[in-house]
Structures are given as structure tokens and as C-alpha cells.
């Protein structure tokens, strides 16, 4: 079963900093752009981050300068480097990924940043 395995969440205070991983699991024949989106409570699920194949980013004006993302291709793994975080930041953030040529979401994994 081809799927997206996210960790690294957790609680840290305004100023510190997380690294998000997500892996691609299962018979993978192509991956092609690799993202991080995040969903706040109560507010729709916005984009935070994705990489090309190969390896060009973009970023939401709300993080950049502050989060990096990053991808490493033989291990089916997309990184989010989230420095500098704000309270602003708390969300439950969600890999997503073109496995195969069809869409993938990860579980979600809570980012809570106190202040």
C-alpha cells in the first residue's frame, strides 16, 4: 500500500524550532512534487511549502525566511525545517505528494508553538 508516514510534531515555545519529516512507503515508481500544507482549527487548509522533483521550493509568504523545505530523493523523504515559530503557527500539518501519478495525503501531525 503506497502511502506518507509524517512525524517530528510537537510542542515548543514561540521562537524555537521543528523538523517535520513524511515518507513515502509502498511500491513508489515516481514521486513528483512533495509539499507541506497546514490546517489551523476552524480555518481551511492552506499551503505552507512544496518541492519539485527536482528540488525547486516555494513558500507562503506567512513562512518565508523562517521555514526551509527539503527533500532527499533515495529516501522518499520530504523535510519542513520550521525555525523562529510563532503561536501563529499552530496547526496540524499534512504531507502531501504525487506517488505514482495520483495525489497522497499523510495523517496529519500536531504543531503547537506556545507563547
Known amino acids: 500500500q503506497v502511502q506518507l508516514v509524517e512525524s517530528g510534531g510537537g510542542l515548543v515555545q514561540a521562537g524555537g524550532s521543528l523538523r517535520l519529516s513524511c515518507a513515502a512507503s509502498g511500491r513508489i515508481l515516481s514521486i513528483n512534487d512533495m509539499g507541506w500544507y497546514r490546517q489551523a482549527l476552524g480555518k481551511p487548509r492552506v499551503l505552507v511549502a512544496v518541492?519539485?522533483?527536482?528540488?525547486?521550493?516555494n513558500y507562503a509568504d506567512s513562512v518565508k525566511g523562517r521555514f526551509t523545505i527539503s527533500r532527499d530523493n533515495a529516501k522518499n523523504t520530504v523535510y519542513l525545517q520550521m525555525n523562529s515559530l510563532r503561536p501563529e503557527d499552530t496547526a496540524v500539518y499534512y504531507c502531501?505528494?504525487?506517488?505514482?501519478?495520483?495525489?497522497?495525503w499523510g495523517q496529519g501531525t500536531q504543531v503547537t508553538v506556545s507563547s
Open positions: 502531501q505528494a504525487f506517488l505514482n501519478g495520483f495525489m497522497r
Open positions: 518541492v519539485t522533483s527536482g528540488g525547486t521550493p
